[in-house]
């Protein structure tokens, strides 16, 4: 695990699985802070089309690689970013997260198995909630290595998710360095290794909270 110290001023980063809220979460903390607010997906579909069709056109590689360029820009913007469920694959763009402050949502299976009913999500397409699943669960060690903080939308009120994310961003735990401590806890909660919750239970893939997700970046 890496050392980095977060600056007050440093872009935030919303980063989880599928279904888990990112884009409402990241959209009303960004109002909040009265500051930019950039959902990667959308611009990625605004300047190159579905998404859907860009992994059956083109396949996941150059996705991703869509993907990382969105991010890098976003991040020069500052404020607010939500990214896509795997965006942190991408060695790139894992490279450019260094320095930004990065709240993880994490959801349970079954709060994310309504939000998520329908959708075009292409790495979803022949799995349902089995292949979402598969994807947490292959993505889980990077979600909390990458992870200063950890925040659970299973089953709570947007408006409580949102206050946390909020109280720890402008808390002193948001600016502070981060290095290999381990584990910090806070009010009886859990964090990902090397983050810290705010009074939240912190597994990924283990979240709480009534949010949406409407974007289709598997």
Do not use: C
């Amino acid at each position: 695990m890496s050392t980095d110290v977060r600056r007050a001023d440093a872009p935030v980063v919303v980063i989880g699985p599928m279904g888990a809220g990112k884009s409402s979460v990241g959209k009303r903390v960004a109002k909040t802070l009265g500051v930019p607010f950039t959902d990667t997906d959308r611009v990625i579909v605004r300047e190159h089309g579905p998404i859907p069709g860009i992994f059956a056109d083109r396949g996941e590689p150059a996705f991703r690689a869509l993907e990382a360029q969105a991010v890098r820009a976003a991040l020069a913007t500052g404020g607010v970013i939500a990214v896509g469920g795997g965006a942190v694959t991408h060695a790139d763009t894992r490279q450019a997260l260094s320095g930004a402050r990065i709240v993880l949502l994490t959801v349970s299976p079954e709060a994310v198995a309504d939000r998520i009913a329908g959708s075009d999500r292409p790495l979803l397409a022949n799995g349902g909630m089995d292949a979402w699943q598969t994807i947490m669960d292959e993505r889980a060690a990077t979600y909390a290595e990458l992870a200063h903080v950890v925040v659970d939308t299973s089953r709570r009120p947007m408006s409580r998710v949102v206050d946390e994310v909020v109280t720890w961003l402008r808390s002193d735990a948001g600016t502070s360095e981060r290095g290999n401590a381990g584990t910090t806890e806070r009010s009886g909660t859990t964090a990902a290794p090397g983050s810290t919750t705010s009074s939240t239970t912190a597994a990924p893939g283990s979240t709480t909270s009534s949010t949406t997700s409407t974007e289709g970046a598997p």
